[in-house]
């Protein structure tokens, strides 16, 4: 696991980043910005309450190698499968993922990863328009009803490659 954090003074700006590589496997990598006072604002006073001056502008999690994904079928059934179980566990997810995330036209190309991975890189970025205080973020986190606001295709974008 490696783990890196970058704050900007002059403008308030935090990028984190994290990679967790598990060799032959996957690697996962994680990066998040957030908007917050610069250490001017923080000089003077001039900030908000920090649960309002820290805004989420973007959050973004890439997936590479299909072993994980190959092993959720599995790992669900409690128990290892042989070669056709585990193709028909796949396609019944992917064909409950494809039903359950009609709605939401920006992750499309979710249930097409989880049925066929194969070595390709899956990536979901989140950028709230505006972005997020922590005080919203903390609502939002605690109804499943509006979390769900976050996923229209303004704010989400599903990739495969």
């Known amino acids: 696991m490696k783990y890196t954090q970058e704050r900007i003074a002059q403008t308030g700006e935090l990028h984190v ?3 967790l590589n598990i060799p032959n496997f996957t690697e ?3 990066g998040m910005n957030l908007l917050g006072p610069s250490d ?13 001056a820290i805004q989420l502008a973007q ?27 585990q193709d028909q566990a796949k396609a019944v997810l992917a064909q409950g993922m494809e039903m359950g995330l009609s709605p939401y036209p920006a992750l499309a190309a979710l249930p097409d990863y989880f049925a066929n991975p194969n070595d390709r890189t899956l990536s979901i970025t989140l950028t709230p328009k505006p972005p997020l205080t922590l005080t ?7 109804s499943p009803t509006a979390a769900m606001t976050l996923m ?7 990739t495969v490659q």
């Open 152 to 158: 229209s295709p303004d704010n989400l974008k599903v």
């Open 17 to 19: 980043q994290g990679v």
């Open 28 to 30: 996962a990598h994680f």
């Open 59 to 85: 959050v973004t999690l890439t997936l590479h190698g299909d072993r994980l994904v190959q092993s959720l079928p599995s790992l669900n059934a409690g128990r290892p499968l042989d070669g056709a179980a």
């Open 136 to 142: 919203a973020l903390a609502a939002i986190a605690s």
């Open 40 to 52: 001017q604002q923080l000089k003077v006073g001039t900030a908000k309450n920090p649960h309002d």
